[in-house]
Structures are given as C-alpha cells and as structure tokens.
C-alpha cells in the first residue's frame, strides 16, 4: 500500500520514517505477542528506540538530543505503532519531558536533560489521575505540605503508567487547598519525583491487571519527602506546567492512532486479497473491500489534522482545539479501522496469532485516556463555539 502520510514529508522526516521502520522491523510482532501473554516490559525495544535518539528527538541540542519538533516526534509515533508495535511502553518519555523543557530551572534541566538523552535516566511516569476525582483534575485530593527544605507528599494515584520502568515522574500535587485560592486551577504543583529514591520511602506501587500491558499501576504517598528544589515550575502553578505538556501528548497519541489505523488497514486490505471464499478474493466484494476504503479515508483525514497540530504546535501558536481535534479524529479512525479490520479476518481475528486482538485492545484506551473524548467535544464546545460552559 503507498502510504501517502508520508508524501509531505521533508527529507529529514522520510529519514526518521524510515530508519524507525527499520529499526521495529527487527521486532517482529511474535515479540509483542509474547510481552503481552507475560505482561513483560520491552526493555531492549526502549533502550535500543533511546540509543537511536528517537524517544529523545525532543531535547534540544544543547542537552545531548537531536533538537527536533513534534512534528517529527509524531511520524516515530506513528511509524512504532504502525509496525504492530505497542507504543505504550515508551511514549511518555517523549511529553513528560515537554513539562520539564518548558518549565524546568537551568539546574534541573542541566541535571536531568542530557542524563536522559543519554539513556542513563527514565522519564517515562506522569502522575495525575487520582481514583475518587478522575476527570476532574482541580479537585485531586493528593497533598504537598512544604516543611523546611522538603515537601511532604500524601495521598493516592491511579493508572500511572511504567512507574516500575521509569526513574523519575512527574507528579501533581495540592500545595494549597482549592477553598483558599481564587480559581481552583491555582495552588496545584508538580514535582520531579525520583522514584527509586522513594520506593519504600513513602511511596507505595501496585500493579493494577488490566486489559493492556500497560504498566499501569496505584500509588500510594505516605508522608513521602522531595526536596524543595525539584519543585517543577512556580509553586501553585503546576495545572499550568501540566497543561504545557498535554497538548504535546494529545498530537502524540493521535500520530499513534494514525499508525494503528494504517497497521490494520495494512492487515484487513491483505487479507481481504488473500482470502478466499465461494471461489474468489473476499475482497472483490463490495461489502468487505469499501469499509476498508472507507477506513483509509478517515485515517488519512485524521493525519492531515494531526500534521497541522503539530506544525502549529511548533510554530509556538495556540493548537489546543487542533490536538484536541486530532486526538479524536485519529483515536475513533483507529478503532474503527481494528473493527473493520476484525470483521474482515472473520474467526481468525480472534486468534492471538493473527495480532490483531491484542492491537484491537490497545487502539481500543485512546477515546478515553489521557482524555476522554467527551471533555475533547466540551473543549471545543466552549473554547470555540463560545457555547455555555459544562461543568
Ligand atoms: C491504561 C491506562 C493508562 C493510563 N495512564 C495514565 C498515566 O500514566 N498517568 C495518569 O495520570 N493517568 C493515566 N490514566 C488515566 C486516564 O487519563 C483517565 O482514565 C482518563 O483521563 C479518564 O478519567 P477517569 O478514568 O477517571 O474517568 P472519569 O473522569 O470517571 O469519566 C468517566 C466517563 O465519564 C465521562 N465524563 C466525565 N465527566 C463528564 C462530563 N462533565 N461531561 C460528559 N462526560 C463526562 C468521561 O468522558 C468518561 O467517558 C490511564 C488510564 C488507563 C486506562
């Protein structure tokens, strides 16, 4: 199949597009079939995707990386996902780090930057879900209650992703309570926290069984101490040094929709030509081949919007309704593609062999993590119609 997301491509991007390809070629699918069974982790995946520079294409020069755009964080996304890999296990190293280039003291940075660039550190967990508040991030209950030179951090989390893989996260946390500030995005801080310094200090893990390896787990902070100096950004001010790193990870997540709408595209127009039934391809029938044309239509449409968010994002100009927008165009294509791409292989679909359960699976979290596609329609709803708020 000719692959026309990549015919505006620069010659920059056709080089990273096809050196990320070639690099997951050399892990088949059978690998990711058999992390799934054991719920394993791809740590050579990670490491040799870290060694290549592509998980840190992000940072800038300066500190050790390759100084790149979103835009070109994006096609690695897509070209990862695209290949029959999970990208779950590694995407975050790519937006948690948009939270400490923006927002990072030249001390942190310094500290943390060429560390990671290098391999030598992970920066792969983002701590802000919470069981009771969901949703509604103002209203966590985790608290940071500053006492001397340290923070002390209680409370819980929920869903934080490769904390068991990762060496430091960024957390969000309540430093003052949401009844004495004037708007409740205000008195929220986010902190660098270093995980295996606090495990068994104050930080409690356990891992949640879900239906992806994903690496999710609880958390739970009792009294856990963090120096004053990782405070990330101005205290109360971290909703907004979360916020900053959010649309970075809504166009990421959709670049990764866009690959795993084309890998089942790629699988289901296969397949529909191989497989024959009363005597010929079920693909010469009009009832299997259009939902699949009809499917590249709406994959390449989500691209384009993906393509534009990200050039607008590194452009420095306003795009949250454009990642926004692109994170559900791309996340309802790519579960409408596996859908598609299941009715196509009939029985075998449910085969583990066959893959394509298991990516059905994984494509399957994007409508509602990191954000629902409910609160995406309310954004757009109030941000650029201008109708009432909701809630
Ligand atoms: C596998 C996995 C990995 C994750 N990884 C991380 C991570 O690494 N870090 C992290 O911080 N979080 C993580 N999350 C959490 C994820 O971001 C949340 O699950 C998501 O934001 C939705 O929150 P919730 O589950 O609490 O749903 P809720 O807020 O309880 O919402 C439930 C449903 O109600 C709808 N809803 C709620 N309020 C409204 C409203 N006012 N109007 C209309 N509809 C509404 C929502 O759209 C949603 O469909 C992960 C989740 C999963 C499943």
């Not at 009771?132 to 929920?158: C, E, F, H, N, P």
């Not at 449910?350 to 409910?374: C, D, G, M, V, W």
Request: net charge negative; with cysteine; glycine share 10%.
């Amino acid at each position: 199949m000719s692959d026309p997301t990549g015919i505006g491509d620069s010659p920059e991007i056709a080089e990273i597009r096809s050196a990320v390809r070639q690099l997951c070629g050399r892990y088949g699918e059978d690998y990711w079939l058999a992390l799934d069974r054991d719920r394993g982790y791809p740590t050579e995946f990670v490491r040799e995707l870290t060694e290549a520079g592509f998980l840190t294409v992000l940072i800038p020069e300066a500190y050790g990386g390759a100084g790149l755009g979103v835009r070109e964080a994006a096609v690695v996304m897509e070209e990862v996902c695209r290949s029959g890999a999970h990208a779950g296990a590694c995407h975050a190293q790519m937006y948690v780090m948009g939270s400490v280039l923006r927002h990072g003291s030249e001390a942190q940075k310094k500290q943390y930057l060429p560390a990671i660039a290098a391999g030598e550190l992970r920066l792969q967990s983002f701590g802000v879900t919470e069981p009771t508040t969901g949703t509604d991030t103002t209203s966590l209950k985790t608290v940071a209650r500053r006492d001397g030179d340290v923070y002390r951090i209680s409370g819980q989390k929920v869903w934080i992703s490769r904390i068991e893989h990762s060496d430091l996260m960024v957390l969000l946390a309540r430093t003052t309570p949401r009844d004495q500030v004037k708007k409740k995005t205000e008195g929220l801080s986010a902190f660098i926290v270093d995980v295996q310094a606090a495990l068994g200090n104050g930080l409690t893990v356990r891992p949640i069984e879900s239906m992806i390896n994903h690496h999710s787990c609880e958390l739970f902070f009792d009294d856990l101490e963090v120096p004053r100096e990782n405070l990330l950004g101005e205290e109360g001010q971290g909703f907004k040094v979360i916020l900053d790193g959010m649309n970075a990870e809504r166009i990421l997540i959709a670049a990764e929709c866009v690959g795993d709408g084309l890998y089942f595209i790629d699988k289901a127009s296969a397949y529909a030509t191989g497989r024959e039934v009363f005597g010929r391809p079920i693909g010469q029938n009009q009832g299997v081949q259009f939902p699949i044309a009809r499917c590249y239509a709406e994959v390449q449409a989500a691209g384009l919007m993906v393509e534009k968010a990200a050039r607008l994002f590194d452009a420095g100009v306003p795009c949250g309704a454009e990642a926004n927008m692109a994170k559900m165009l791309a996340s309802e294509a790519s579960w409408h593609a596996g859908d598609v791409c299941m009715q196509t292989h009939g029985g075998f679909a449910f085969a583990k062999e066959y893959h394509i359960e298991r990516k059905f699976r994984e494509t399957r979290l994007y409508q509602i993590a990191p954000i629902s596609t409910n609160l995406i329609l309310s954004y757009i709803g109030e941000h650029v119609l201008k109708m009432p708020r909701s809630f």
